[in-house]
């Protein structure tokens, strides 16, 4: 059975930092990204890392402030996240996918990051 399990949201002031893990269980992919979804809006592409390539990818809005990595094995992924801002106040989510390309095969059940000003 394929699992993804987010640990590590919470709250925290505008300017600090916060640590996201996801967890993978049940089979190895080959990408796995970060999304987000704040209140009322659309869920939204944050990092995504594919092993096959070593590439890592970031949304405008995070690049500078927020670091994704892996461990050797694939299976966690981590976001470490500076200088947070108000406006990144969302459900996070992890996806993996089998393949380099295309939609998320798999999503965790989300982790709430809260960012007061």
């Known amino acids: 059975q394929v699992q993804l399990v987010e640990s590590g949201g919470g709250s925290v002031q505008a300017g600090g930092s916060l640590r996201l893990s996801c967890a993978a269980s049940g089979v190895t992919f080959s990408c796995g990204g970060w999304f987000r979804q704040a209140p009322g809006k659309e869920r939204e592409f944050v990092a995504q890392i594919c092993w096959s390539s070593g590439g890592t990818t970031y949304a405008d809005s995070v690049k500078g402030r927020f670091t994704m990595s892996s461990d050797n094995a694939k299976k966690t992924v981590s976001l470490q996240m500076n200088s947070l801002k108000p406006e990144d106040t969302a459900v996070y989510y992890c996806?993996?996918?089998?393949?380099?390309?295309?939609?998320?095969?798999?999503w965790g059940q989300g982790t709430q990051v809260t960012v007061s000003s």
């Open positions: 996806g993996a996918r089998y393949s380099n390309a295309g939609s998320y095969d798999f």
